[in-house]
């Protein structure tokens, strides 16, 4: 009996031991405890990042789709007054870049990526604005942040896209036939003199199409060739993130950080035509200098 009343006891006082949070045993229990919840805690982050869950799906389809509308609906809006101001070209150009000042800031208001800009004292001033381009996104931001009085050069086939590509053509845009180069080439002519003549700035993707995995592409001449006809500065635009974000091919967009960096204008008052080869290995190196590992081209 006395020694079932003393296992009894060595039992109990085990057990208030291990209740007892200010035990030792207790204290050594610890750090146990945190090492199973960390993997949990790094499953969630995962997670986060990743975003492919159902009910991060779902949001990101009623963020599509509200962007979708609203754009519909400032599209409809801007449109009838390109259609009244026909007779004034240059007007209409204003007028399409205050619609994409509008709606691309919207558009990015309603996705909800956080944003950063550096370097926005460089968009005030005429010149040709580059831009390396991996997501849809990169229409957004780009509708959003070049200046007034800046025209876009676009593929052809964008006026079949319903509303915003007549628009496109309603703003007084040039479109390019990449498919003839010869008519190619007296587009980009085109744009130029247009350029020269009604004091304007140019928005263009030097990779000619959206690259499928982030990493840059090799960069077209056509840039090169507007900057000797135009003198004007180049102004490299370096998007980062948004590849991450919105993927080619995809519906998901996910909360990706996002960055807008305006490197400081490059001078082509001294730039001679048998060097274009040299002038544009100059700006995509410096593109891919500027980019993270991720999105910087495969050597």
């Known amino acids: 009996m006395e020694n079932s009343g003393g296992g009894a006891l060595l039992r109990n006082r085990r057990l208030e031991s291990f209740l007892d949070t200010s035990s ?36 990101s389809w009623i963020r599509i789709v509200t962007c979708f509308v609203s754009m519909m609906v400032t599209t409809f809006i801007w449109a ?86 007549q628009l496109y053509v309603l703003a007084n845009h040039l479109r390019i036939d990449r498919s003839n180069p010869t008519s190619a080439i007296e587009s980009m002519n085109e744009a130029a003199r247009a350029v020269v003549r009604n004091n304007l700035s140019l928005i263009i993707f030097p990779e000619g199409t959206r690259s499928k995995n982030g990493r840059l592409l090799p960069f077209k001449k056509g840039f090169v060739h507007l900057a000797l006809q135009t003198r004007l500065p180049i102004v490299p635009m370096v998007l980062t993130g948004t590849h991450q974000a919105w993927r080619k091919g995809s519906l998901h967009v996910r909360p990706t950080p996002l960055a807008v960096k305006y490197l400081p204008p490059i001078s082509t008052e001294n730039w001679k035509a048998e060097k274009i080869d040299d002038y544009v290995k100059m700006v995509h190196d410096l593109y891919a200098a500027q980019l993270p590992e991720t999105q910087r081209p495969l050597s």
């Open 80 to 165: 009838l007054i390109m259609v009244v101001l026909i007779p004034w070209p240059y007007e209409r150009i204003r007028q399409g870049n205050i619609y994409g000042h509008v709606t691309g800031r919207m558009l990015m208001w309603i996705l909800g990526n956080p944003i950063k800009i550096e370097g926005a004292e460089y968009n005030n001033e005429r010149a040709i604005y580059i831009s390396n381009h991996a997501s849809p996104i990169d229409i957004f931001l780009i509708m959003w942040l070049t200046p007034t009085g800046t025209v876009g050069i676009a593929k052809k086939e964008i006026v079949w896209y319903p509303l915003f590509g």
């Open 24 to 59: 030792g045993l207790r204290v050594e229990e610890a750090p146990k405890i945190l090492v199973k919840e960390r993997p949990e805690h790094r499953l969630k982050k995962d997670v986060y990042i990743n975003d492919n869950g159902w009910v991060s799906s779902i949001i």
